[in-house]
């Protein structure tokens, strides 16, 4: 069974930072693209940050550049969301993505986990 465990999440000050975990099981992790993406009630899902499988190389959606990092750790099939000078436009539920372009796209996620910003 495939599973891809969120953590870290919770409610932070504006200006603060979080880091959050997402560990996966039932798949070959080294094999996976990984992403968070983010959703805030009434908004459409949007990607926040990918790492990819091979040379690690980062993406990152403009409103989180220069405060977000994503990084991998594929000996603990885990990869992590560290977010600092956090606002409150990043409250959204973020989810772990994880994806394998093959034959087909094997396409999993995460549970969601709950990011306040908040005074």
């Known amino acids: 069974q495939v599973q891809l465990v969120e953590s870290g999440g919770g409610l932070v000050q504006p200006g603060g930072s979080l880091r959050l975990s997402c560990a996966a099981s039932g798949i070959t992790f080294s094999s996976y693209a990984m992403s968070w993406y983010r959703q805030a009630p009434g908004k459409e899902r949007e990607l926040v940050a990918t790492?990819?499988?091979?040379?690690?190389?980062?993406n990152y959606a403009d409103s989180v550049k220069g405060r977000f990092a994503i990084s991998r750790d594929n000996a603990k099939n885990t990869v992590y969301l560290q977010m600092n000078s956090l606002k409150p436009e990043d409250t959204a539920v973020y989810y772990c993505?994880?994806?394998?372009?093959?034959?087909?796209?094997?396409?999993?996620w995460g549970q969601g986990t709950q990011v306040t910003v908040s005074s």
């Open positions: 790492i990819t499988t091979t040379s690690g190389s980062t």
């Open positions: 993505n994880a994806v394998r372009h093959a034959v087909i796209m094997y396409n999993y």
